[in-house]
């Protein structure tokens, strides 16, 4: 049986009508993705974003070495929007980020279990959980990324630490290191080029864009042709140097990193929370247990 809960997710994910969204869940039994796959088809939806559902408080944040050879971007969760604007909080968020530049751990536990830079003979584990008691709310260090470079890292922060961009370019200057981050931040590409693309993914898309054309009535042969020229808008939304610039829709990213002699090497999006299903409480009922 679908449920009213499974119907809402599908409508936030794809913008599709209610009645649509009940169809094919009860025609795919229940299954999310091909669910969406299938509204693709039939032109009702459009691709859906990995992220999901954002629900998870905290925040997300970056460093960057002095010299701009190595920067660090993490996600640390919380539970409520409350303490992601306390100062203790922020502080321990940023000097996370530090000690990530700084001691170069090779994944969250490795991270944890370091001796902290910022309060000496406390591993960054005992640290956390030291905050987790002065200030009332469990949290945990999620994710993060660490680029090294003979180039250019540069950084953004965007919405009071809701989104955060770390990118590394091959050379070029800070005023055009910005820009491409806010690029990476208003336009969530996943991809610096076409080629970083997995072919599994091209293969699947093309497959849902040629049954899309021959659901218009196209003949194969023609859908086929379809196919290449959509194609182009599938790479445009997912490839970071085939989309317009935000601060000039006129050219590509492509042509502003040919004008300035500029390769993007690589970069990480992290938005707070993304992925991430956050129970979802009803205030009165939770009073009401306490109660009883």
């Known amino acids: 049986m679908i449920t009213a809960a499974q119907v809402k997710e599908l409508r936030e994910k794809t913008g599709a009508g209610m009645m649509d969204c009940k169809k094919v869940l009860t025609e795919t039994d229940g299954d999310m993705e091909k669910a969406i796959e299938l509204l693709r088809e039939r032109g009702i939806a459009k691709a859906a974003k990995k992220s999901g559902r954002v629900a998870a408080e905290g925040l997300v944040e970056c460093y960057v070495s002095d010299d ?46 370091q001796e902290s830079i910022a309060e000496a003979g406390k591993t960054v584990q005992e640290v956390l959980t030291n905050k ?8 945990n260090i999620r994710r993060f990324e660490r680029f090294e470079t003979t180039g250019l890292i540069e950084k953004y922060i965007h919405g009071d ?59 194969e042969a023609i859908a086929e042709k379809m196919v290449q020229g959509r194609l182009k808008k599938f790479y445009a939304d997912i490839c970071l140097v085939d989309q317009e610039f935000v601060k000039n829709p006129d050219k590509k990213i492509a042509d502003i990193l040919k004008e300035n002699n500029v390769e993007v090497i690589r970069f990480a999006r992290f938005e707070r929370g993304e992925g991430i299903e956050k129970k979802e409480e009803n205030f009165a009922e939770e009073v009401a247990k306490q109660l009883q």
């Open 68 to 113: 701009g050879k190595v920067g660090a971007i993490v996600e640390v969760n919380a539970e409520t929007d409350f303490v992601a604007k306390n100062q203790e909080f922020r502080d321990f968020v940023m000097d996370v980020a530090r000690q990530i530049v700084e001691k170069k751990p090779a994944n969250v536990e490795e991270l944890l279990a």
């Open 161 to 219: 630490g809701k989104i955060a961009v770390l990118v590394e370019l091959s050379n070029g200057n800070s005023e055009l290191a910005k820009d491409i981050c806010m690029q990476i931040a208003a336009a969530r590409p996943e991809y610096v080029k076409d080629t970083d693309v997995p072919e599994e993914r091209v293969q699947k898309e093309m497959e849902i864009l040629k049954v899309q054309a021959m659901n218009e009535g196209k003949p």
């Open 132 to 139: 987790i008691a002065t200030i009332g709310e469990n949290m």
